[in-house]
């Protein structure tokens, strides 16, 4: 790849990588030098062993903006980050697929006034909570940047969820609960045209092996979601997971099987499913 390609390509994700910046650090100047200290590493790299570039510069940038969170936040945030650090820091993995506009329409679901709620969380929950509720990353995708096992990144997205949503100026819970409550009667009922207009265009799902293993390949895009859920749902449970709405079921009284949504704007942007135990067991789930 010549260097007028590999700047053309990175020109295309710029705005993306700025989305990003701009969201965990709160500022667009900040996110001006993080992007620019993303090019830069980038320069400095093998690009033949880079196998998705998108992939490889959403971790990168996140990884600015994690030292540069931790710079901010100066001695005594650094502290109690060194404390939260659990067990089994995770190496580099391999790249994976990351879609642009998925994550771009994604970061317009939260506002500016949940800023001034970001910057009382440490840098690891910050960066976890924004990947994962903001951009639909996986628990898997944000490990790496923040040096966690997905367990351990679940918790810290998690513990900055309940933080965020125990302000009740922020506190859209309810009226997330109407849309996913609609969400699984359409479902029962087989009623495609309401799923698929709860649904955004760019709704993402996810699922965990467990989960993975028994629902097939999963859905890509808002038709084919709808398809997949419409007859189904059948049996689930309204319930909080780790703060957000969601639904379980329950067969015989234990979790086998929890679903959480991203809601914004009365449409439904992320779907994920986990049906591992123990990932379940780590969960902090709540019957509503």
């Known amino acids: 790849m010549t260097d007028d390609t590999l700047a053309q390509r990175f020109e295309e994700q710029r705005p993306r990588l700025h989305a990003v910046a701009q969201r965990l650090l709160g500022s667009p100047t900040d996110a001006d030098d993080a992007v620019q200290e993303t090019w830069l590493r980038l320069s400095r790299t093998d690009v033949s062993a880079i196998g998705n570039l998108p992939g490889w510069l959403t971790t990168v940038v996140g990884r600015v903006c994690l030292d540069a969170l931790r710079s901010r936040a100066g001695r005594r945030e650094r502290g109690l980050d060194v404390v939260e650090i659990e067990a089994g820091r995770v190496d580099d993995e391999p790249e994976r697929t990351v879609d642009p506009a998925e994550e771009t329409l994604l ?15 440490t840098p690891a929950e910050r960066i976890a909570f924004v990947l994962h509720d903001v951009f639909a990353l996986s628990f898997e995708e944000i490990g790496p940047v ?22 009740p100026a922020r506190d859209e819970r309810p009226q997330q609960r109407q849309v996913v409550d609609a969400f699984f ?8 045209d309401d799923l698929l207009h709860l649904l955004d265009p760019s709704v993402v799902v996810r699922a965990d ?3 993975a293993l028994v629902s097939g390949r999963l859905p890509v895009g808002a038709k084919a979601v709808a398809r997949y859920f419409s007859g189904r749902a059948q049996g689930v449970r309204p319930a909080l997971i780790d703060g957000a709405v969601g639904g379980v079921i329950l067969p015989g009284g234990g979790v086998r099987l929890a679903i959480s949504f991203v809601v914004a704007d009365d ?10 135990p123990d990932q379940l067991a780590v969960m902090d789930i709540v019957l509503t």
Do not use: C, K, Y
């Not at 679940?154 to 900055?160: E, F, G, I, M, V």
């Not at 009667?185 to 495609?192: D, L, T």
């Open 107 to 121: 970061a317009e679901s939260v506002g500016q006034a949940l800023q001034v709620v970001l910057d009382a969380l």
């Open 209 to 211: 092996a467990a989960a």
């Open 146 to 167: 923040v040096g966690r096992t997905p367990t351990a990144t679940r918790q810290l997205a998690s513990r900055a969820r309940r933080r965020v949503q125990a302000d």
């Open 267 to 276: 449409r439904i942007l992320a779907i994920e499913a986990v049906a591992d």
């Open 185 to 192: 009667s359409a479902a029962r009922n087989g009623r495609f």
